[in-house]
């Protein structure tokens, strides 16, 4: 991994998504090879602080800007992903099927659209617009999620 280059990019999406000065946010390179994800965010809300980590061990995805983007909006989207944490946790009782499936289905849209919001800005501003596809490279096959199904007739 090309640290500055890294950090040039964390810089410049930054700068352009708009997130400085109304936060102080920085990077950190993760250098655990257990850790499995990519990327993820440290966040203090209430000092406004925040740390992008990235794997620099063994990242999954190929093209890091495409990460830096992906978590930075995470960190735009935050104020959003707390209220509606806040009314899932008030409205449905911890542990319940309607919590699990409320919390699902909110972790599931939402990135969802962090990952959409990401594309259409690398699109517009990347310097990679090269999608990482890692992710797809462990995922089964079509036909092998349905090996083993009896067939219905």
């Known amino acids: 991994m090309d640290r500055a280059a890294a950090n040039a990019l964390f810089e410049k999406y930054v700068r352009k998504l ?6 102080d946010v920085k990077l950190e390179f993760v250098e655990d090879p257990a850790w499995q994800k990519t990327g993820d965010f440290k966040i203090d ?3 406004r602080k925040a740390i992008l980590l990235l794997n620099a061990v063994d990242p ?10 992906h978590e930075l ?3 735009k989207m935050y104020p959003l992903d707390q209220v509606t944490e806040s009314l899932i946790t008030s409205c449905f009782e911890e542990g319940s099927a309607a919590s699990d ?15 959409e919001l990401t594309k259409c800005f690398l699109l517009e501003f990347g310097e990679n617009r090269e ?7 462990r995922k089964k096959s ?7 199904l009896k067939n219905i007739e």
């Open 18 to 23: 708009r997130i400085t000065p109304a936060w």
């Open 45 to 47: 809300c209430d000092d």
């Open 60 to 69: 999954k995805q190929e093209n890091l800007e495409e990460v830096i983007v």
């Open 73 to 75: 909006m995470h960190l």
């Open 101 to 115: 499936f409320a919390y699902q289905q909110f972790f599931t849209t939402l990135e969802q659209t962090v990952e």
């Open 131 to 137: 999608l990482s596809f890692g992710r797809c490279s």
């Open 142 to 148: 079509f036909d092998e999620l349905f090996e083993g």
